[in-house]
Antibody
Framework: QVNLLQSRAALVKPGASVKLSCKASGYTFTDYYIHWVKQSHGKSLEWIGYINPNSGYTNYNEKFKSKATLTVDKSTNTAYMELSRLTSEDSATYYC????????????????WGQGTLVTVSS | AIVLNQSPSSIIASQGEKVTITCRASSSISSNYLHWYQQKPGAFPKLVIYSTSYRASGVPSRFSGSGSGTSYSFTISRVEAEDVATYYCQQGSSNPFTFGSGTKLEIK
């Protein structure tokens, strides 16, 4: 069964960076893009961007281009998102999610989600 | 960016009642790219409907979707207590992929 296991909650200081992880299992890691989604407390969902684990190609929401950096480690089937220069506006739950097949169903729905990582930015 | 205007923002329904949520896009979207999610409190979103009208695996038949162009809808034919959640539409057509603002469903 498909599973996306995310790293635990993080408490970070303003101005610092944090790197979140998302370990995939139960499918061929390189066959599906990994997307990242932000949800501030009590708010809707914001798409940050995706990475193609096969090629490393990334596609970002312009809003997050200078905030987030997506990478993968194919040897461990793990995707990463680094958030830089953190402010209180970055306090949120961040989800990794597997996109629909980019070959057969390139319609970008998200059927599998990690449990989310809560990032709290506070001094 | 394609803005998805979702309405209503909240619904209070009785068990067994039919509820409908609408999602209006600021630009036309192919129906293949419009999807719906259910998010229960404290949980991650769950895909309910993909490509406008296809139920995701394991989703009960009381959930359905329809629409085209800029106007889409999501219906629960007979609401059950377990359906209490916030529902979101999402478009995967153009960057940035966007979500609606959500509709919170409560039971009377």
């Amino acid at each position: 069964q498909v599973n996306l296991l995310q790293s635990r909650a993080a408490l970070v200081k303003p101005g610092a960076s944090v790197k979140l992880s998302c370990k995939a299992s139960g499918y061929t890691f390189t066959d599906y893009y990994i997307h990242w989604v932000k949800q501030s407390h009590g708010k809707s969902l914001e798409w940050i961007g995706y990475i193609n684990p096969n090629s490393g190609y990334t596609n970002y929401n312009e809003k997050f281009k200078s905030k987030a950096t997506l990478t993968v480690d194919k040897s461990t089937n793990t995707a990463y998102m680094e958030l830089s220069r953190l402010t209180s506006e970055d306090s949120a739950t961040y989800y990794c999610t597997r996109g629909s097949s980019y070959i057969y169903h390139p319609y970008n729905w998200f059927a599998y989600w990690g449990q989310g990582t809560l990032v709290t930015v506070s001094s | 960016a394609i803005v998805l205007n979702q309405s209503p923002s909240s619904i209070i329904a009785s068990q067994g009642e039919k509820v409908t949520i609408t999602c209006r896009a600021s630009s036309s979207i192919s129906s293949n790219y419009l999807h719906w999610y259910q998010q229960k409190p404290g949980a991650f979103p769950k895909l309910v409907i993909y490509s406008t009208s296809y139920r995701a695996s394991g989703v009960p038949s009381r959930f359905s979707g329809s629409g085209s162009g800029t106007s889409y809808s999501f219906t629960i034919s007979r609401v059950e207590a377990e359906d209490v959640a916030t529902y979101y539409c999402q478009q995967g057509s153009s960057n940035p992929f966007t979500f609606g603002s959500g509709t919170k469903l409560e039971i009377k």
